[in-house]
Every structure is written in structure tokens, then in C-alpha cells.
């Protein structure tokens, strides 16, 4: 059964970290772009970061470039986001997608391109 699973969420002071993880089963990640995506309440989705399939490109939105960090391991299951100084702002539900394809990174932040594969996604609560 193909399917993406997200862990590591929770609850953080501002200025601190959490490192979500995505992993594949079913399937391994060589040949797809791996997207972050996050819904804060009473708002609309939006892209974070990705990775292209080779992980030679990167791309981040302007809100999390600086303090986010996304990267995936050698054996190909599993892509991870490292959040560093969190704000209040960054409290969401954190999605990882995936898509058979290898466009611009960024236009998969922009939502131009549908996604394969979603996970169910993983809570992030920014508070003091």
C-alpha cells in the first residue's frame, strides 16, 4: 500500500525546533519531488519547501527561508523538514506531498502542479 505518513509534530515555544518527518511505504522517493505544505486555521494551504528528486534543488517560501531546512535520507524513504526558530505564525497542520515529476521547485510551492501522493498530516502549535 503506497502512503506517506508525517511525524514529529507538537508543541513549542517560539524560538524553538522541531524536525517533522515524511515516510514513504510502498514506495521509494528516487524519482519524486517532495513537497511541505501547511494549513494554519482559517486559512488557505500553502507550500513551505521542497526538494527535487535528485535533492540538488531546494526551494523555500519567503516566510520559512533562513529557519526551515527539508532534506531526505540515502535509502530514499524519508524526507524531513527541520524548523528552527519557530514563530506563532508557523503553527499549522503540516502536510508532506509528493509528486512523479520534476518541475521547478517552486512552481510546486505555488500549487501550479497537483501532487501524487498526500500524508494525513502532523500538527505544529507554536505557543508560550
Known amino acids: 500500500q503506497v502512503q506517506l505518513v508525517e511525524s514529529g509534530g507538537g508543541l513549542v515555544q517560539p524560538g524553538g525546533s522541531l524536525r517533522l518527518s515524511c515516510t514513504a511505504s510502498?514506495?521509494?522517493?528516487?524519482?519524486?519531488?517532495m513537497v511541505w505544505f501547511r494549513q494554519a486555521p482559517g486559512k488557505e494551504r500553502e507550500g513551505v519547501s521542497c526538494l527535487s528528486p535528485s535533492r540538488s534543488s531546494a526551494y523555500y517560501a519567503n516566510s520559512v527561508k533562513g529557519r526551515f531546512t527539508i532534506s531526505r535520507n540515502n535509502d530514499k524513504t524519508t524526507v524531513y523538514l527541520q524548523m528552527n526558530s519557530l514563530k506563532p505564525e508557523d503553527t499549522a497542520v503540516y502536510y508532506c506531498?509528493?509528486?512523479?515529476?520534476?518541475?521547478?521547485?517552486?512552481?510546486?510551492?505555488?500549487?501550479?502542479?497537483?501532487?501524487?501522493?498526500w500524508g494525513k498530516g502532523t500538527l505544529v502549535t507554536v505557543s508560550s
Open positions: 510502498g514506495f521509494t522517493l528516487d524519482y519524486y519531488t
Open positions: 506531498a509528493t509528486a512523479y515529476s520534476n518541475y521547478y521547485c517552486s512552481d510546486y510551492i505555488r500549487g501550479y502542479y497537483g501532487m501524487d501522493y
